[in-house]
């Protein structure tokens, strides 16, 4: 149990251009989703924490108005870079908490490669 | 500001070896802590996690020791295997459920 997926796994775009990047708990309902990402050689760095139904809370740096959060349901949260350019290349991580029985702990996806063109 | 780190950056261990990971962290009110295991292109694994109010927990080959004392938190991996090649970070719980990670230890496994 406790499984979490990312879609897509990889993408390739243009700068300027918009992509989303889907977080989906496929067996257990996440109050929790959180956004990381991830350069190369380096730690993962927490985007923002969002809660279904509720704004995203982002972390101090990062600009909500560029990485849009939508988590319009438990099982299903959203990232959408609007405008990418270069530096946004990453690997984007989510990961879901809440589940019953596991309160503290995160379950993690398996990331998704962004290349900015 | 506070943080969580490592010592060292990279660990090249013999296969059948005994592995060790350390990290230090800064905020003493952290009271859950977590190993995870990255594999490249992956995104984390969780390998083990310890609560502040023990010393030492094991699980299957490995073993995570606390010391409170010092803000010292470490990684044991009994007879190291290939496939335990990959980058460790340990990550503190702080404000319930948010993760601040370390700056991450890459094992390598000698044949």
């Known amino acids: 149990g406790a499984v979490v997926s990312q879609h897509p796994s990889w993408v390739i775009c243009k700068s300027g251009t918009s992509v989303k990047i889907e977080c989906r708990s496929l067996?257990?309902?996440?109050?929790?989703m959180f956004w990381y990402r991830q350069f190369p050689k380096q730690s993962l760095m927490l985007m923002a924490t969002?809660?279904?139904?509720?704004?995203?809370?982002?972390e101090q740096g990062v600009e909500k108005d560029k990485f849009l959060i939508n988590h319009a349901s438990l099982t299903l949260s959203t990232l959408t870079v609007t405008s990418a350019h270069p530096e946004d290349s990453s690997f984007y991580i989510c990961?879901?908490?809440?589940?019953?029985?596991?309160?503290?702990?995160?379950?993690f996806g398996p990331g998704t490669r962004l290349t900015v063109l | 500001g506070e943080s969580v780190g490592l010592h060292l950056p990279t660990l090249s261990v013999q296969e059948g070896d005994n592995s060790i990971i350390n990290c230090a962290y800064s905020?003493?009110?952290?009271?859950?802590f977590i190993w995870y295991k990255q594999e490249s292109g992956k995104g984390p694994q969780f390998i083990i996690d310890?609560?502040?109010?023990?010393d030492k927990r094991q699980g299957q080959r490995v073993t995570v020791l606390l010391n409170k004392t010092v803000k010292h938190l470490s990684l044991q991996i009994a007879a190291t295997q290939p496939g335990d090649s990959a980058v460790y970070f340990c990550?503190?719980?702080?404000?319930?459920?948010?993760?601040?990670f370390g700056s991450g230890t890459r094992l390598l496994v000698r044949p």
């Open positions: 990961s879901a908490g809440g589940r019953q029985g596991a309160p503290d702990e995160q379950f």
């Open positions: 067996d257990f309902q996440a109050t929790t």
């Open positions: 905020n003493s009110a952290s009271d859950y």
């Open positions: 990550a503190e719980n702080r404000d319930r459920y948010k993760l601040i």
């Open positions: 310890i609560r502040s109010n023990m």
């Open positions: 969002s809660n279904e139904g509720s704004k995203a809370t982002y």
